[in-house]
């Protein structure tokens, strides 16, 4: 299998440009996490999905975020409007089952700069 | 209060050296705990878990983390520090907050081995 797979890997905006970045999760995993990371806040979930549903998007930290996943080797992150605050770097992990005995595997991530 | 606890920020270890990257706890019942590793540009990696068992795990590339109950511990440790084992290591747990189960990491410690 070729590992969770993210695009872009980077991805540089202007302040106020919607953002989409994008996720495959590996074939028969049924969990999908995604996460941010920056210096400041570290390593933050933002929404997970249990086959293909979201579960808990407490972390979403505000309504410019949005989370899709249409079926089960596809989702999506936006951001729109972007600000300059939301750089980071933003990994998507899958898993077999939720939150249970079974590890996360790691996407390679988008670094995000919004100017 | 944090769900999980990594004490150090940094640790520096000589290269042959024992490791030790430390790892507390605070969740009710019984944890499910991680050890995940970060090298720089790329996506968490996963290490080891303990789940239920003998209380010393083994991992990948000669880690191994005890689990120990009285302590609210779960240590990473290697016997021989590689160079190439330097490297960003986040300790994780599994933990229930606002109604949902969630997968809690560490802050994480940066891991210097000096040749």
């Known amino acids: 299998d070729a590992g969770v797979i993210q695009s872009p890997r980077h991805e540089v905006t202007e302040m106020g440009q919607e953002v989409t970045l994008r996720c495959k999760p590996i074939s028969g995993h049924n969990s999908l996490f995604w996460y941010r990371q920056t210096m400041m806040r570290g390593l933050e979930l933002l929404i997970y999905?249990?086959?293909?549903?979201?579960?808990?998007d407490s972390g979403m930290p505000e309504d410019r975020f949005s989370a899709k996943m249409p079926n089960a080797s596809f989702s999506t992150l936006k951001i729109q409007p972007s600000e300059p605050r939301d750089s980071a770097v933003y990994f998507c992990?899958?898993?077999?089952?939720?939150?249970?005995?079974?590890?996360?595997?790691f996407g390679p991530g988008t670094r995000l700069t919004v100017t | 209060a944090q769900s999980v606890a990594q004490p150090e920020d940094q640790v520096n270890v000589a290269e042959g050296n024992p490791l030790t990257v430390k790892c507390t706890y605070s969740v009710s019942g019984n944890p499910y705990l991680f050890w995940y590793v970060q090298y720089p540009n790329r996506g968490l990696q996963f290490l080891l878990k303990?789940?239920?068992?003998?209380?010393l795990v083994k991992g990948s590339y000669g880690f191994e983390a005890e689990f120990n109950k009285s302590q609210t511990s779960f240590h990473l440790k290697k016997p021989s520090a590689l160079v190439s084992d330097s490297a960003l290591y986040f300790c994780?747990?599994?933990?229930?907050?606002?109604?949902?189960?969630?997968?809690?990491f560490g802050t994480g410690t940066k891991l210097q081995v000096i040749p």
């Open positions: 992990a899958s898993s077999l089952t939720p939150l249970g005995a079974h590890e996360q595997y």
């Open positions: 303990y789940i239920t068992g003998d209380n």
């Open positions: 999905f249990n086959n293909n549903v979201p579960i808990d």
């Open positions: 994780a747990v599994r933990d229930y907050s606002g109604g949902y189960q969630k997968v809690t």
